[in-house]
T-cell receptor
Framework: NAGVTQTPKFQVLKTGQSMTLQCAQD?????MYWYRQDPGMGLRLIYYSASEGTTDKGEVPNGYNVSRLNKREFSLRLESAAPSQTSVYFCASTIPLGDQPQHFGDGTRLSIL | RKEVEQDPGPFNVPEGATVAFNCTYS??????FFWYRQDCRKEPKLLMS???SGNEDGRFTAQLNRASQYISLLIRDSKLSDSATYLC????????????FGAGTQVVVTP
């Protein structure tokens, strides 16, 4: 049972570098999400994809772009990384019905120097 | 004001004791409620959903008070393995599965 798989698990970047975080789910879920988690704060939604072919901004979208490649995959791209983007990034997926929980990947720990 | 607020703790609990803590939410349109557990910055995992009538899952009891807009979690007979951060999570009716997360309440169970 893979569930939600994120790659990479760890990454160190220099300011200005770009990279893409990958996320894939094998649960046939329609909706997928990208969050960041910083110390002392709850998970904050960066972008989400309610269904294949759609993406929308969340609470903190600046500096990020996303692609919903197909139903399984939802990637997050940092075009020009900044130290403020140092965080733990989680991908999640769900069937978007009211009482259905989200399933999370293991997270990507990203440091930007 | 944050949409979901939690006491960050930590709540230091002797093994075998009972601990309870609350979470308040600001949006009255909130429809579904959950408690997630997170260990040491690992991924959050669903602990339990919270139903209007209150619900129990083993040693864990969740309550919802819509009038006062809070939910609670009670842990009985605490185990060392219950040490974690407990995230209060709220889903609003008009959102596409989008959840609002509290910052979490840390529980530390001591021998």
């Amino acid at each position: 049972n893979a569930g939600v798989t994120q790659t990479p698990k760890f990454q160190v970047l220099k300011t200005g570098q770009s990279m893409t975080l990958q996320c894939a789910q094998d649960m046939n879920h329609n909706s997928m999400y990208w969050y960041r988690q910083d110390p002392g704060m709850g998970l904050r939604l960066i972008y989400y994809s309610a269904s294949e072919g759609t993406t929308d901004k969340g609470e903190v979208p600046n500096g990020y772009n996303v692609s919903r490649l197909n139903k399984r995959e939802f990637s997050l791209r940092l075009e020009s990384a900044a130290p403020s983007q140092t965080s733990v990034y989680f991908c999640a997926s769900t069937i978007p019905l009211g009482d259905q929980p989200q399933h999370f990947g293991d997270g990507t720990r990203l440091s930007i120097l | 004001r944050k949409e979901v607020e939690q006491d960050p703790g930590p709540f230091n609990v002797p093994e075998g004791a009972t601990v309870a803590f609350n979470c308040t939410y600001s949006n009255s349109a909130s429809q579904s409620f959950f408690w997630y557990r997170q260990d040491c910055r690992k991924e959050p995992k669903l602990l339990m959903s919270v139903y209007s009538s209150g619900n129990e899952d083993g040693r864990f009891t969740a309550q919802l008070n819509r009038a006062s807009q809070y939910i609670s979690l009670l842990i009985r007979d605490s185990k060392l393995s219950d040490s974690a951060t407990y995230l209060c999570v709220v889903h609003q009716t008009d959102s596409w599965g989008k959840l609002q997360f509290g910052a979490g309440t840390q529980v530390v169970v001591t021998p």
